[in-house]
Each structure stands twice: as structure tokens, then as C-alpha cells.
């Protein structure tokens, strides 16, 4: 049994440790990263670092190595992969899940501005602040170049690359933040507008908290459409039941994702 998994996201990696903790004797598992982040945290298991060319590579990739799982865990903006998955997996006659976490939700106190695409969040700013809190990560910054008239507070992983706002101050983190550094980020930098994608899970979700308490507006970009008709989980535990219940005339042993051995 082979089980090919898609991106180097936190419920990726969490995958990653149930499945090697929980499979049975002989089977082999790979997690495929899309090479974006440099230093990427890795899963355990084997790993593959960068593309497949497009859906028809990842057909072959799934055919020569003998998959007979692929699991899409990949980031919800990561939408290309997603729909080259699905061909891939249809191709290859490949059973294939797609592991999405919850979008985020806005509660009582919440200013949210829903936004369809970068450009359409950058629109919206100049009517909602002037020192702006960025957290879309490094690429689409193009989106926001000609904004000249606004100074951006920009946090990635790595360092992003032109073109950008000329009014731009790096800073370079990784989550999981708390809510005490959050408030504290917005407090120090006078930050009076926040932008996110709507990525969902709870890594970097304080920065909506902090707004909240302190009434910021949020300019929240949706997330981009997925293939229709793939089964999906909301988390790592829903993923392993579901290859159990998938591969159980396979005899796979029916341990407890939940309490690890050892």
C-alpha cells in the first residue's frame, strides 16, 4: 500500500505522524511539497520537494511509484493543485480525498469585508485605513503595488520579491502567533486595517481576535472554488478513517489514531 500526500500544510504534517504511527507492516507513505517555503518543516516519511507537471505528470507520478491513495491536503489558496489532483487522480484511477480545514467564521464584534480576489481586497483599503496589516503571504503583492498613499506591515515566511508597496516594512515569522503578540504587533505599529486570506485553522487565526478587541476592520479574501464531487475531511483523524474504511478488505490493522503506540 502506497498513500501519496499533498502539502506541506500543519494538518499535512499531522497526517504525516498518525499514518506512520498507525500503518501496517510494508506500507509506504510520501508527502509531496510544493518547494515554496524555503527551510520547510518536514513530515516523517519520505518526501518529494517541488512540482509534477500539471495534472498529467502527477497522472504518471501516480502510475510508476503504484499509488492506491492520494490525499489533497494541500493550502485552501493552493487551488491549481487541487483541480490537477482531481484529473490526476481520475487519470490514474486513484481513490482520492481532499483534506480542507474549516474556514474561519466572523463572531459579535467582528468588522469583516468579504473580498473575492487580492485585487478586490486592495480596492477596498484606501475607504478602510491607511497603515495596513498584511498577512496574505509573498506572493500576489503585486496587488497592492500601486497603493502609494498607504504604508503596509507585510509578514511571510521568507522574504517576498518585487513587485511590492513602496511603503513596505518585511516582517518575517511563522505560526503558530498568539494573541498577546498579535495585539502587541498591531499596537506598535498603529495598524488601523488587517488583510487575510481566509485560511482557516487556529495557527494564525489570533491576528482576528486581536482585531476584534481592538475594532479593527478586516479585509477577508475568500478562498478560490475546489473540484466538485471529491470526498472530503475536516482533519487529520477523518483522513486516516477514511483510508481505513477504504483499504479494510486490505487487511489494514484497525489502531486508534487517537492514542499513538509507544
Given at each position: 500500500m502506497h498513500v501519496?500526500?499533498?502539502?506541506?500544510?500543519?494538518?499535512?504534517?499531522?497526517?504525516?505522524?498518525?499514518?506512520?504511527?498507525?500503518?501496517?507492516?510494508?506500507?509506504?507513505?510520501?508527502?509531496?511539497?510544493?518547494?515554496?517555503?524555503?527551510?520547510?518543516?518536514?513530515?516523517?516519511?519520505?518526501?518529494?520537494?517541488?512540482?509534477?507537471?500539471?495534472?498529467?505528470?502527477?497522472?504518471?507520478?501516480?502510475?510508476?511509484?503504484?499509488?492506491d491513495a492520494l490525499i489533497d491536503a494541500t493550502h485552501p489558496f493552493a487551488g491549481t493543485i487541487s483541480f490537477n489532483a482531481a484529473a490526476a487522480a481520475a487519470g490514474a484511477h486513484v481513490p482520492l480525498l481532499a483534506l480542507r480545514r474549516p474556514g474561519w467564521v466572523p463572531g459579535a464584534g467582528d468588522d469583516w469585508h468579504p473580498a473575492g480576489s487580492l485585487a478586490e481586497a486592495a480596492a477596498a483599503l484606501p475607504a478602510l485605513g491607511r497603515r495596513v496589516f498584511l498577512t496574505t503571504g509573498r506572493m500576489g503583492l503585486a496587488a497592492f503595488?500601486?497603493?502609494?498613499?498607504?504604508?503596509?506591515?507585510?509578514?511571510?515566511?521568507?522574504?517576498?520579491?518585487?513587485?511590492?508597496?513602496?511603503?513596505?516594512?518585511?516582517?518575517l515569522d511563522r505560526g503558530p502567533f498568539t494573541l498577546d503578540g498579535e495585539r502587541e504587533l498591531l499596537r506598535r505599529h498603529r495598524i488601523d486595517v488587517v488583510v487575510t486570506k481566509d485560511s482557516g485553522g487556529a495557527a494564525t487565526a489570533p491576528k482576528l481576535a486581536a482585531a476584534r478587541e481592538a475594532r479593527i476592520p478586516v479585509v477577508v479574501?475568500?478562498?478560490?472554488?475546489?473540484?466538485?464531487?471529491?470526498?472530503?475531511?475536516?482533519?487529520?483523524?477523518?483522513?486516516?478513517?477514511?483510508?481505513?474504511?477504504?483499504?479494510?478488505?486490505?487487511?489494514?490493522?484497525?489502531?486508534d489514531p487517537a492514542q499513538p503506540s509507544g
Open positions: 501519496l500526500v499533498l502539502g506541506g500544510t500543519t494538518e499535512a504534517r499531522r497526517l504525516a505522524e498518525l499514518l506512520v504511527e498507525v500503518f501496517p507492516a510494508g506500507a509506504r507513505l510520501t508527502s509531496s511539497l510544493a518547494g515554496r517555503v524555503a527551510g520547510p518543516r518536514l513530515p516523517p516519511g519520505e518526501v518529494r520537494i517541488g512540482g509534477f507537471g500539471g495534472a498529467d505528470g502527477l497522472a504518471a507520478w501516480l502510475r510508476t511509484h503504484r499509488v503595488a500601486a497603493l502609494d498613499e498607504l504604508w503596509f506591515l507585510m509578514r511571510s515566511v521568507d522574504a517576498p520579491e518585487a513587485p511590492y508597496p513602496a511603503r513596505m516594512e518585511v516582517l479574501v475568500r478562498r478560490p472554488p475546489v473540484p466538485p464531487g471529491i470526498p472530503v475531511v475536516d482533519g487529520p483523524e477523518g483522513a486516516v478513517a477514511w483510508l481505513r474504511e477504504h483499504f479494510f478488505r486490505q487487511g489494514w490493522a484497525t489502531a
